[in-house]
C-alpha cells in the first residue's frame, strides 16, 4: 500500500520452530525494445542532442535494412537513401565510393566511428553496423570539404554478450559471399570481436566483369563495466576484380549541346570494350584504431582516438572512346585510364563531453581538437594506345574495337610502363571545435557549434622539380533552433557552413592542388534549413521531412589552363521527406524522397563556362525515391522488397550527356527454420533492368541485371 511506514513494511515474525521468511533483493528487468529500423541516437559525440531534437537532416541506415536488402557494399546500402547519386571515376577521381549528396561530391567526406576515411576505396558492408548520412553543408562537423553532406559508418565492436553469427551464401552469376560475426566475453570487463569475410561474385549482365574480396576486422575491449574503457580494433580488406567502365555515348559530348544531348550507345548491356588481359585493379586497406575513454562520473566524459591508416588501389581499366569520334562510326577506342596509388593516414582526435547546467538551462556540450596527416603518393601507368583515330592500323593492333560486336579475349601486344611524374601529396591539418544544445525550456532549444581549421597541403613532382603548397585556415559553424509543440514533435531552422580548400581530396581525386590553384582561398557552401521530426505510433515510427537551400559563393572556375578564380556560384534548391520504423507490429518501412533544384548560377567569365549558366548541376537527379519494406506474413516467414526511382542525371557542366531516368525493384522473402537459422532469398533488378548508376563525360556506368542469392544466416 502506497504510504505504509516502514515498520508496517518489515516481514512478520516467523512462528516459534519455522524457518523465518527469506526477503529477496529487487530485480530489475532492462532491455531495448526494437523499434525496427528506427535510429534515435547518432554515434558521434559531435551530436549533443538526440536525433529528433538535433535540427539537421540526418538519415541512419540500420543494419537490418543492409542485411534483408542484401546489400554488400557502401553504394549499395546507401541506395535506400534517396538524395545520393554516385559519381564515376575518370576526369582524375580514381575508382572508388564517390557519392554525391544533394548535388556535392562527398567522396573525402567519408568517415569511420567518427573519424575521416581518407583515400579512394570500394568498402564492404561486412563491418559496418550502420551508416548515418548527415546532409547539408557539415565542415562544423568534419572540417574540409563537406559541402553536400558527410557520411559516418559505424563499425562492428565488442559487446557485453557471447554471440556467434554469419552468413554463407549462394546465387546466380557464380556469387559466393561467406561472413562470419563472433563475440566473447572474457570476463565483465573484457571483450573481443572478430568479423571476417569472403566473397566472389560475376557482375550480372556484364560477362567479363567480376569482384573478389576477403577481410578480417578483429577488435578488443579492456575495462567495459568501469570508468576507463579502451578499445583496440583493426581492419583489412584486399581486392582483385575486373573494372568496368561500360558503355561509351552514342555521340562525344563535345559534339552534343543542350538542346540536343547524347546518352549511351543503344548496344548490347554485355558489350565489354576492356581487354581481359590487360585490365585490372587491385585494393587493400588495412587501418589501426586505438580509443580511450574515461567517465569521471559528474556529466564529464574524456575520449581520445588514434588511427593509423595505409590504402593502395592499383588499376588499368579501358575508358571506351575517350571522346575520340568513333563510335558514330561503329569503332570504339580502347584508351586506358590507371593509377598505382597508397594513401597513408594519421589521425588523433580528443573529445570532452560534458552535462551542466548555467543558471536554468540545461548543456549537452562538447570540446575537441584533432591532428591528421594525409600522405598520397600516385604512380600511373604509361599505356600505349595510339593516337585515338580508329584507322585499320589501330583496329588491326586491337586498340580499337568493334562497337556492337567487342572481343574482350583480343590478344593486345602494346606496351604497359610506370609513368616517371610520380606525384605526391601531403596534407596536415590541426582542429578545434565545440559543440553544445542548450536546454532554454522543455519546447525550446540551441544547438551550435564552431570549428576552426589550419590546413597545408603541399604536391610534388620529383621528375619535374614541381613543388605546390597551399596553407588555409577557415572557420565553419552550424546553429539551430528546435521548438517541441509536444514530446514526440520537433519543428526546426538551422544554418550551417562548409569550406573546400585547394587539394582537400589529398590526391586522390580531380580537386587535387595544382599551379592554378595554390593561391586561391577555400570554396564556401552555406545552406538555410527548415525542417520537422516525427516520432509516431508509440515512437514506433519516425517521419522527417525539411525544406533547404545550399549555395556556394566562391566556386572555382578555370580562366585558361594555367589561371582558376574564385568566382562561380551554384545553388540548389530542395525538400525532403524521410520514414524509417514499423507501421505495425508485422510491417516495417524504410525510404524517402528528395527534389534537388540544382543551378549553376555563375560559371565564371570564360565564354565556354558561362555558356554552362543555368544549367543543372552534373550527377544530380531532381527526383528521386527509395522505399523498402517488408512484412511478417507468418511467426516464421517475412517479405519484403524494394523500389527506388532516379531521374535523369547529366555528366557534364554543359549538359550535353546524361544517363536516362530508370526504375529498380528488388524483392526478399526469409523463413525462420529455427531459433540459430533463418533463409534470406533476395532477388535483385526483378525486371532486369537496364540502367545506369554513374555518368561522366565519356561513358555511363551500367547498374548490375538481374540477380538472385540464398543465403543462410545463422546465430547461436
Known sequence: MQGASAQESQPAAAPTGQAAPVTLERVTVTGKREDGYKVEEAQSPKFTAPLLDTPKSVTVVPAEVIQQSGSNSLQDALRTTPGITFGAGEGGNPIGDRPFIRGFDSMSSIYVDGVRDTASQTRDTFNIENIEVIKGPSSAFGGKGSAGGMINIVSKLPQAENFAQGSIGVGTDSYFRATADGNYVINDNTAVRLNALGYTANVPGRDEVDQN???FAPS?????????????SYYHLQGNGMPDYSIPYARPFRQAIKDNPTQPADVDRNNFYGLTDRDFQKTQSDIATATVKHDFRNGLVFSNTTRWGRSTNNYIV???????????NGFVWRNTKSRDSATETLTNQTDLTAEFHTGRFKHNALFGFEFSRDDTTNTPYVVSTGNGDCTPALVASFNCTSLFNPNPNDPWQGSITKSPNRQETKTNTRSVYLFDTMEITKQWMVNGGIRYDSYRTTSSTPATNTFISNDSNFFNYQAGVVYKPVEYGSIYVSYGTASTPPGSTNGDGADNISLAQRDLEPETAR??????KWDLLAKRLSLTGAIFQIEKNNA??????????NAGKQRVKGFELGFAGNLTDKWGVFGGYTYLNSELIDNGPQAANAANNGNQFPNTPKNSFSLWTTYQVLPALTVGGGAYYVD????????????PSYWR?????????NKNLSLQLNV????DKTYYTKAHNHYGALGAGRFGMLTANFKF
Open 213 to 215: 574480396s576477403w577481410g
Open 220 to 232: 578488443v575491449t579492456f575495462g567495459m563495466k568501469s570508468d576507463t574503457k579502451v578499445t583496440l
Open 318 to 328: 579501358t575508358n571506351p572512346d575517350d571522346s575520340r569520334g568513333n563510335v558514330p
Open 527 to 532: 545552406s538555410v534549413e527548415i525542417g520537422t
Open 556 to 565: 572555382r572556375v578555370a580562366v585558361d589552363n594555367n589561371t582558376t578564380i
Open 648 to 659: 535523369k542525371v547529366y555528366a557534364n557542366p554543359a549538359n550535353s550527356a546524361f544517363v
Open 665 to 673: 525493384f528488388d524483392l526478399m522473402a526469409a523463413y525462420r527454420v
Open 684 to 687: 535483385q533488378n526483378l525486371f
